[in-house]
């Protein structure tokens, strides 16, 4: 699952939140996740970062 996982951040078009990761795990896998350990699984032990960044607030601003 982790492999996969993986495999699917490393594609172009990867995952927008983690929330979508949280639901594509549910899917694929029929496992419930919870929010918090997939964001300690990507951004930490994967070192993955979600491939659509948020906007930042300061250009929003402006």
Do not use: D, H
């Not at 172009?12 to 419930?32: A, D, H, M, R, T």
């Amino acid at each position: 699952m982790r492999s996969r996982l993986e495999e699917k951040l490393e594609c172009p078009e990867g995952f927008s939140s983690y929330k979508e990761i949280v639901e594509w795990l549910k899917q694929e896998w029929n496992v419930e996740v919870k929010y918090k350990t997939v964001y300690r699984l990507v951004r930490y032990q994967l070192q993955a970062k979600l491939k659509i960044p948020r906007p930042v607030l300061s250009l929003m601003l402006t």
